[in-house]
């Protein structure tokens, strides 16, 4: 008895397995080596098939990126944005995204490296597709919680409300991303200790940060 024939526009389940796969291996070469460095023919040989397999579920190069940015990029960007409401306290809101952005990255430890060489870095190939996928009504309703507080005379009237996000990014991803590139090089100083970072130390150290900044409890710093 013969099996009966695939049913055309599902892909078996080998198939998905292999296009996972794919996406897995092209996503990890863009973070260890950059995406203009990495080729279709290297994707492929990291993976063990022939070019013409991944040619069978990305038509070509750009296909693929885009693939990555909308199946594993863009769940970091949900899981960080979508519990954000507006309706949070702003010390919760701001705690919540340094929170979700460590245990996420626990999940993806490819993201900072990704993030920095790809998205930050002058020319990386991810920050204009990343700019579109940005969720513009999240971040406007976080930056207007922000606004708000201060204007209640709840937080610090010099903060900037749409430049919080981009000290968390900064706090969070560029230490992740240099405990992962230092790891090889135990002889530069800091390296020991961003290699072997605690998460939840650099949580606290943070929050800590953008809760209270520099200044000891109770006193003020000048402008000077």
């Given at each position: 008895?013969t099996?009966?024939?695939p ?5 078996l ?9 794919l ?10 080596q950059?995406?203009?460095?990495t ?5 492929a ?8 397999m ?23 960007i ?9 309706d949070q ?6 705690m919540g995204?340094?929170?979700r ?16 060489r ?12 990343m700019?579109?996928r940005?969720?513009?009504?999240k971040l ?7 606004a ?27 230490p ?20 072997l970072?605690?998460?939840?130390l ?6 800590a ?14 402008d000077?």
């Amino acid at each position: 008895m013969t099996s009966p024939a695939p049913v055309r526009g599902r892909p078996l389940a080998s198939d998905q397995d292999s296009r996972e796969k794919l996406l897995d291996t092209a996503t990890l070469l863009f973070s260890s080596q950059g995406i203009a460095a990495t080729t279709v023919a290297a994707v492929a040989r990291q993976a063990g098939v022939t070019a013409a397999m991944v040619h069978y579920y990305f038509k070509n190069r750009d296909q693929l990126i885009e693939a990555v940015v909308d199946e594993r990029v863009s769940l970091f960007i949900r899981s960080i944005w979508e519990p954000i409401s507006g309706d949070q306290p702003p010390e919760q809101m701001i705690m919540g995204l340094v929170d979700r952005m460590i245990s996420t990255t626990e999940k993806m430890p490819w993201m900072p490296a990704l993030w920095v060489r790809e998205v930050l870095s002058d020319g990386g190939q991810l920050r204009e597709r990343m700019v579109r996928r940005v969720p513009l009504a999240k971040l406007m309703l976080f930056a207007d919680s922000i606004a708000r507080s201060q204007q209640a005379g709840q937080l610090n009237p010099q903060l900037q409300p749409d430049l919080i996000f981009v000290s968390v990014i900064g706090l969070t991803m560029l230490p992740l991303a240099m405990a992962r590139t230092l790891k090889d090089r135990p002889s530069l100083p800091i390296a020991h200790k961003l290699a072997l970072m605690d998460k939840a130390l650099l949580a606290r150290h943070i929050k800590a940060l953008l809760l209270h900044g520099l200044a000891m409890p109770g006193a003020t710093l000048s402008d000077d």
